[in-house]
């Protein structure tokens, strides 16, 4: 057998094996951002990400918890300001042009690329969406990926792929709150000095949700993650703190039987 069709194989089977071995494992993001709400408003990152100072402004301007706005940012955009999407949303907070980017007031494509400007008017739509859905952040998720003319107030018949944003937003919640694993909150530990090996790109959404399940499965010591990309692909990426994490990374990878390409 060829090393090209083992690893088509082993990725199968371990996309198979997520998939069944999650569906009773699978924490209720309703559950656990109604959680968040009583707990974690006054929670601090444990890393310092880019453009801190525009966040925190917005917090404090809409009266939002800093890690939710962290969270979103990173999975719409991983922080690049000049993300753009297939579905025309830009910058930051991936704003709609240009109906949502009007509906807040923004009249010229460009301003969406300035990261403060971007980031105040997510910050401001988010609040809008938690105030229409009475301060639950699951339903305010739903509504700011599909829009509020699709979200139910009752909550009732939500589509599955808000379901799953409002799950892919909470993972990137876990990584904004426990982010180096041996750093203190309020660590000056930045963001951009984490290295990242990409995995897998996946063409759709629960094709690499499942095979990070697989592989955290059969090694639970891995720091992997998944962002949604303008391109529509789905990348799975291992990530380090340093060069220490990366070989022990590296071991549990091999130990799965996903050797790093050298």
Partial sequence: MSVKFLFRLFVA????????????????PAAAWEHYAKQGFAAEPRVRF???TCFRIAALEYDLPYTLLLAVARGESDFDEMARSKANAHGVMQILWPIT?????????????????NI???????????RRY???????????????????????????GATWYSSYILRHLDFVLSGSRGSEPGTDHLYSEFGRSTLLSFGEPYRAA???AGLEQRS???????????????????????????????????????????
């Fill in 101 to 117: 980017a009007q509906h807040l007031g923004i009249y010229r494509l460009s301003e969406l690329y300035e990261p403060c400007t």
């Fill in 134 to 160: 009475d301060g639950d952040i699951h339903l305010a998720l739903a509504a700011y990926n599909y829009g509020p003319e699709r979200i139910s107030v009752s909550g009732v018949d939500i589509p599955s």
């Fill in 50 to 52: 880019p453009h801190e």
């Fill in 220 to 262: 639970p010591g891995l720091r992997l993650d998944w962002f949604r990309k303008g391109t529509g692909e789905f990348t799975v990426v291992l990530i380090y703190a340093d060069r220490n994490e990366f070989e022990r990374s590296a071991g549990l990878l091999r130990h799965a039987g996903f050797p790093l390409a050298k």
């Fill in 210 to 212: 499942a095979f990070v």
């Fill in 13 to 28: 089977t371990l996309a198979t094996f997520a998939v069944d071995a999650s569906a009773s494992n699978d924490v209720d």
């Fill in 120 to 130: 105040d008017a997510g910050a401001r739509y988010l609040k809008e969406m938690i």
